[in-house]
């Protein structure tokens, strides 16, 4: 399993807005190929957060790419910067 990190910024007042249109995109993110899961986490005061994603995929594919790339522009205007996703093997997942 890998896991792709993207840090993002948001600019301040937009969380509601931004979580609104991420519950909207919801079947979308969950539809990208290789996708396992998804866990977005944000600091209220700073507006810095974190998607963490788990797929099956070492690679994205150009035309995942693509899509992550469009799911991004819906959350434009309310980005500081475009935000960069690492890649990462999983070590471990472990749940309770």
């Given at each position: 399993m890998y896991a792709r990190?993207?840090?993002?910024?948001?600019?301040?007042?937009s969380k509601a807005?931004?979580?609104?249109?991420m519950?909207?995109?919801?079947?979308?993110?969950?539809?990208?190929?290789?996708q396992k899961?998804?866990?977005n986490v944000m600091n209220d005061d700073?507006?810095?957060g974190y998607v963490i994603s788990t797929t099956e995929l070492a690679?994205?594919?150009?035309?995942?790419?693509?899509k992550v790339k469009a799911l991004w522009s819906?959350?434009?205007?309310?980005?500081?910067?475009e935000p960069k996703a690492h890649s990462f093997t999983v070590i471990a997942n472990w749940k309770a």
């Open positions: 990190i993207t840090p993002y910024k948001m600019k301040p007042g807005a931004a979580t609104k249109i519950e909207s995109l919801k079947d979308k993110i969950m539809a990208l190929p290789g899961s998804f866990l700073e507006g810095s690679e994205m594919s150009p035309e995942t790419g693509e819906a959350f434009s205007e309310y980005l500081v910067d």
